[in-house]
């Protein structure tokens, strides 16, 4: 017997909302002629920084020496960095956050990233398997219209995969007296869904 006809669509949904956290990942550096001068200045620096935000925890994922080479290459000290993590649960304060990191480091500070956070995604991921759903079926009527055949209930429906948080944050640069003003993007999230329609 002929398996009765079927149609699988993909539907894609996406949710998103104001971050209540906002992760900024930065890089410390100390620089001297020797090891041991580079991991004092690091030293230094990682202790300025910690001091200059009272109440943030800040995590080391990081750490490195290398040698320091001038335009002729003949090496002339080294370098010591520090990848560190802050957490902040006023994202619009990231700017002063990052000001403070400034005025207490120099320019043994580079900022990398800004990555808006949202502690719980349930809400949102529910939204978006909704959005998923709704649109795989708009797929799959379509197709049953286009082919001339009634659409029938869903055999079945799967998950592959969800994707991460949406945008980086936008950073605009504007006074320096408050630090560099942070309006951070929301944190999106999407599914995608494999759903089997009958036909007929």
Same mark, same amino acid.
């Given at each position: ?5 079927? @149609? %699988?669509?993909t ?21 001297g ?13 990682? *202790?300025?920084?910690t001091?200059?935000l &009272?109440?943030?925890?800040?995590t ?23 990848? %560190?993590?802050?957490?902040?649960q ?7 956050? @990052? ?7 120099g ?8 990555? &808006? *956070? @949202? ?6 991921? *529910?939204r978006a ?7 795989? +079926? ?6 049953? +219209? ?5 659409l ?6 799967? *998950? ?7 945008p ?20 999106e %999230? ?10 007929g």
């Amino acid at each position: 017997m002929d398996a009765p006809p079927s @149609i %699988v669509v993909t539907g894609t949904g996406r949710a998103s909302a104001a971050p209540d956290a906002l992760v900024v990942d930065v890089q410390l550096e100390g620089h001297g002629r020797t090891v041991t001068a580079a991991l004092a200045a690091l030293t230094e620096a990682s *202790e300025a920084a910690t001091a200059a935000l &009272p109440g943030h925890r800040l995590t080391t994922h990081g750490l490195g020496l290398h040698a320091r080479s001038d335009r002729d290459g003949r090496q002339v000290g080294h370098t010591a960095y520090q990848s %560190v993590r802050v957490r902040t649960q006023d994202p619009a304060g990231a700017g002063e956050l @990052i000001q403070r990191l400034g005025e207490a480091v120099g320019d043994r500070l580079t900022v990398h990233q800004l990555r &808006p *956070e @949202i502690a719980d995604t349930t809400a949102l991921l *529910e939204r978006a398997r909704a959005d998923a759903v709704a649109d795989a +079926r708009a797929k799959a009527e379509h197709y049953a +219209r286009l082919v001339g055949m009634p659409l029938g209930p869903a055999r079945w429906v799967r *998950e592959p995969g969800t994707e991460g948080p949406g945008p980086s944050p936008r950073v605009e640069m504007m006074s320096r007296a408050a630090g560099p003003p942070v309006d951070p993007a929301d944190h999106e %999230v999407a599914v995608t869904v494999e759903v089997a329609w009958g036909l007929g």
